[in-house]
DNA sequence: GTGGTCTAGACCACC
DNA sequence: GTGGTCTAGACCACG
């Protein structure tokens, strides 16, 4: 799993970790099982602090990504359990709730989001494939 | 101009502001000439510290989207910078990346995020018709 | 309000205060809209590190109980959201099951698990009364 | 004696097994001078490492609970101090306590916990008898 | 080896 | 003043 960092980035460095992870998670670069770096180790390749990678693994596990057993390393999850799905969900229906709201202030008509949706999507599929 | 402003969100009061100001411009809602409520009024409306508002006016201005002249107030610009429309534009593939991100999460398909974000329409048109 | 540490104990530091924290809101104690003192603040009158504070108060806001705003200080919330509201419910649900497989191990029929239920009930009313 | 062992859980393992062989004691499912299975036949049946059930039996021969005869196995105690049931007791009173503060939480009233403890109950009961 | 917790300090941004 | 982030180190417990 191949990640980068940018400290000067907006986001926090361990927010950037959460959404690459969970994009790797997502676009099946990564799949339920996977063992994850140790937090020590992905943080001595990113050069930062073992803490900051730890903390974005606490938030991975809340949202029920990934799951950690002490002692062994921390694991990519086999299926959220149904709790956790309903939230994705909601998470998802905010996503849409989101992007409405920003195709509504650039003055995007609906039509257009829809060809907007498909074009993000076509690079995904490219970043998966490769 | 209608602008809301949410104490409890990730981004900075005075970022949405800027923010929500750069999309009005770039999605033609206010245009070159058109004068802003005065920073105080602003504050007032929104039930926040005029300073945060000054703090937004004061970004745009660097930006170069709105004019300060003395006594008179505050005015959108002349001609404003290509950079605007396309940040803007670039603000809503984000958005589509991360739904699309997110319904991988939740393993719903291409078709079916269409439809959440048809759902999603619905609700805001009967929101905003209310 | 008032909270006590110990640091030998077999619960982290944070989650104890996690804990009493929520106990506060659930005894009534702490009323929703009332200001939580600083973490900062909280962290010297335990005599312990701040981090280990906000690592309690980060926990709390994740739940649902508390809200901070940047800049102004954190509160007890008004009402949990809808999703947090079901979560909550999911919690308790998780509660009975615990308390249910405890009276087991302990050859403890159900209808002695409902007068311990009530004994419990007495001493935290004790305790929200005084 | 069945026990049943969660790697994903907030206690560590040896200590899931201290506990249940603990309550199993008070709750008089297994008596004074029953035989445990081996540190190794059990730790085959829980499907975990043999060392981890050693280290429960070193702690539960640490108090007071079981004896090791070697050559022979290890087993329970005959009288084993009156302290085994006492703390049971008291992880069933800690436990009700958290169900009545969770309770207050999501706002349902004391009758009704003991309707979500009934529910639960049933649910338990289905499963068993399954 | 792994993760879990805690410390003491720093710097920044926000209000 | 507030919270938000990050560091560099420590110690412990677990498997």
Redesign the interface.
């Known amino acids: 799993m191949l990640l980068h960092v940018n400290a000067g980035d907006e986001l926090p460095i361990y927010r950037q970790i959460v ?1 690459q992870v ?2 790797s ?4 670069r990564i799949k339920p099982g996977d063992q994850l770096p140790s937090h020590r180790d992905l943080a001595a390749q990113l050069v930062i602090a073992p803490l900051t990678v730890k903390k974005a693994y606490d938030e991975l596990e ?1 949202e029920g ?1 990934i ?1 950690t ?2 002692g ?1 390393g921390t694991f990519v999850r086999e299926r959220p359990p149904a ?1 956790v ?9 905010e ?6 709201t ?7 008509p ?1 039509e257009d ?2 060809r ?2 498909e ?3 076509e690079k ?1 599929t490219e970043r998966t494939d490769s």
Do not use: H
């Not at 996503?95 to 409405?100: I, K, Q, T």
């Not at 920003?102 to 995007?108: H, I, K, P, R, Y």
């Open positions: 959404r969970a994009d998670i997502a676009g099946g809340r990504l799951e057993q002490r062994r709790t799905a309903a939230e994705s969900r909601e998470r998802l229906r996503a849409a709730r989101r992007l409405l920003q195709a509504a202030l650039c003055g995007v609906f989001v829809v907007v949706l074009e993000a999507k995904t």
